[in-house]
């Protein structure tokens, strides 16, 4: 994946790795899971070379972005 491409909200994996690039081992797979879905959009949205918007994001992407965020780490450990 090239983080430095645009990419939106259907690009779990890229989210997944964007976030997991910023927090790093700061959250776990528990913490992962009970991030609230506000706090969750607003980091999306704050990613590098991320170009969806709020009004585009809906539960089913941010459950999407969760699980493969918990993939990710689990990849790292």
């Given at each position: ?8 909200w259907?690009?779990y994996e890229?989210i ?9 081992d700061?959250?776990?797979?528990g ?21 969806g ?12 972005i ?8 689990r990849?790292n450990?």
């Amino acid at each position: 994946m090239d983080l430095n491409l645009p990419f939106g909200w259907a690009d779990y994996e890229d989210i997944a790795m964007g976030l997991y690039e910023k927090f790093g081992d700061d959250f776990n797979e528990g913490k992962i899971y009970r991030i609230r879905f506000t706090d969750l959009l607003d980091w999306v949205l704050e990613l590098p070379n991320f170009e969806g918007t709020r009004e585009e994001c809906n539960e089913g992407h941010l459950e999407q972005i969760q699980a493969n965020w918990v993939h990710e780490w689990r990849d790292n450990q």
